[in-house]
């Protein structure tokens, strides 16, 4: 299963933490952990296209933090547009897929 954990500061969110293999598929072929790589990098790319300096990304074994800077409020819109494309795919495949933290 896929773990995501999403932490606040000051009621704004301050960091994601995404790890795990949604196990749908053999490693490869799974079109779940396809679907989250996607929507995590696409919006990590958009906030440093906009602003090198609102958030900062790590990627170790297997694991993804994305810490966002909570004065950038176009990157907390865009976290926000990726959580929200993440649960619609947690209530697509609510097996392989899970959100713990939001408000």
């Known amino acids: 299963m ?3 954990k ?3 500061k000051n009621d704004k969110i301050s960091k994601v933490t995404i790890k795990g293999h949604a ?3 053999t490693f490869g ?3 779940v952990c396809a679907a989250v790589s996607s929507i995590a990098t696409t919006s990590i790319n958009a ?3 906009l602003d090198s300096d609102a958030c900062k990304y790590e990627v170790n074994d ?3 933090d994305i810490s966002i800077n909570e004065n950038s409020d176009m990157a907390l819109k865009l976290i926000n547009n990726m959580l ?3 649960k619609e795919l947690q209530d697509q ?3 392989n897929i899970e959100i713990g933290g939001l408000k």
């Open 2 to 4: 896929i773990n995501i």
């Open 62 to 64: 297997g694991k993804l």
């Open 93 to 95: 495949y609510p097996k």
């Open 29 to 31: 072929k799974d079109i």
């Open 23 to 25: 196990n749908y598929e």
């Open 6 to 8: 999403v932490q606040y």
């Open 84 to 86: 929200n494309m993440l």
């Open 47 to 49: 906030i440093l296209t």
